[in-house]
């Protein structure tokens, strides 16, 4: 016998973004747990029923509805198989699926039959192993208050007894079923092995679970009737059966938790997939699920996927930032990356899960800061490029007249400077140049030198020839 989990049931929770209200239902073969679950997930045939006295539900069977009166929560009801079926003769198997039902719900029902006496408690001996099947923390501790850990991380406890037939009265009082419950779990002094053999189960249920609630169920109807229950209307139903299902169903609803981790983190369908994986996973190969361990396996999935999720928010929007590039100032560039930034940060606040220390959002901070500096490069590199191609626009005329040789002239050397001149102011008062303006301007002008230079020197040398050769005239008119 081994423990898998389904795949496609897996999927779904895997779909499940919203936190989950996990109600379980756990207890003997054959008394009516199906049935039960069937009625608070509000439809006749989901969970199959059996009719005849072999057990019918294999395993834990899983059902996610919309919660009927929690908006933005999902209402996952587990079914499990029935528990000490003889013929299947496999107690372990037993105690796995019981612990499965306490580490993954919020809220655990108890189904038995006929009355809350020494019998039924006996069959509920699977809460005295829970502490072999669960721990709780990797290491533990000596001082370690443990029963108060398991009720901070147990599911609430309801305990449903089926086919009810006593009248809820103590001493000719009227009693409810809570007290009923109550009376069921109360101590014996003493210390005699029976009566610790009588306290143990008693404690157990006191200490693990965080509350505790009972509802007593008549018998639904005529033995031929128990048969096609489902197939039969509310009305041909027992009317105080019907009444008690409806109480039931509408306590769970309001008062059911949504499931936490480590007291008080929100767990959502994708986590309780990933915690049953786990769970699992430790159960196959032999050893104890631990929580402790659990809860940070799923701390670093959680939080992987948190920060891939702000570097993708980010990504995208800084993309879109980056059609505008360059920005026109650098205080610009960080305005707009402080904005995606906390964005970002924002994302992954929401969906990280338990990280105290700040480990993978230092992470992501990390992660920011490089994202950060590519896309300053880029907005350097779209400035740069701009102001490049207006220098090219605005110099053509210039590139022409050197190539003509135009400034080879007496003169050319004021008109080259002229002509610079108006290219850079043309180029100062053009908009959105971006961050490097004044570095390519510069760039331009220093490559510019060596050509005024020459230019320099050609008019200078050009105009000392026109400037002497007509005194060399003169000197030859007077001879
Ligand atoms: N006597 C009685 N029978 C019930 C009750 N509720 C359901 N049944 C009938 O009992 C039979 C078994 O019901 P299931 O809901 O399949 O019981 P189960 O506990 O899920 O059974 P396993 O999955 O085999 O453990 C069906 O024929 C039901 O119609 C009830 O409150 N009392
Ligand atoms: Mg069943």
Known sequence: YKLVINQKAAQILQDITEPVVVVAIVGKYRTGKSYLMNKLA???????????????????????????????????????EGLGDIEKGDEKNDSWIFSLA??????????????????????????????????????????????AEFKRTFPSFIWCVRDFTLKLEQEGKQITEDEYLQN???????????????????????????????????RPASTADLQRLEELSESQLEPNFVKQTHTFCNFVFKNS???TLAGRHCVTGRMLGNLAVTYVESIRSGSVPCMENAVLALAQIENTV???????????????????????????????????????VKVFMGRSFKDDKREYQGQLMRDLHHKNEDFAKRNEEASIRKCQDLLQ??????????????????????RFVQEKQKITETYNNSPKKGIKAAVVLQQFVEGKKHIETAVLQADESLTKRDIEAPKKKKKKKKK
């Open 42 to 80: 509000g439809s006749d045939n989901g969970f199959a029923l059996g009719s005849t006295i072999q057990s019918k539900t294999k395993g834990i069977w899983m059902w996610c509805v919309p919660h009927p009166v929690k908006p933005g929560h999902t209402l996952v009801l587990l079914d499990t």
């Open 102 to 147: 306490v580490l993954l719900s919020s809220t655990l029902v108890y189904n038995s039959v006929g009355t809350i006496d020494q019998d039924s408690l006996d069959k509920l001996h699977y809460v005295t192993e829970l502490t072999e099947r669960i721990k709780l923390k990797a290491k533990a501790t000596a001082d370690d208050d443990e029963s």
């Open 184 to 218: 069921g779990l109360k101590l014996k002094s003493g210390l005699s092995n029976a009566i610790m053999l009588y306290n143990f189960p008693r404690e157990c249920i006191t200490h693990f679970f965080n509350s505790h609630k009972c509802f007593v169920f008549e």
């Open 257 to 259: 938790q949504t499931k």
């Open 306 to 344: 948190a920060i891939q999720d702000a570097l993708s928010v980010y990504e995208a929007e800084m993309r879109q930032a980056e059609s505008t590039f360059p920005t026109e100032t650098q205080d610009e560039f960080l305005e707009k990356q402080t904005q995606c930034e906390s964005r970002a």
């Open 393 to 414: 626009v605005l110099s053509a005329s210039l590139e022409k007249g050197i190539a003509d040789g135009e400034f080879c002239k007496p003169g050319g050397h004021k």
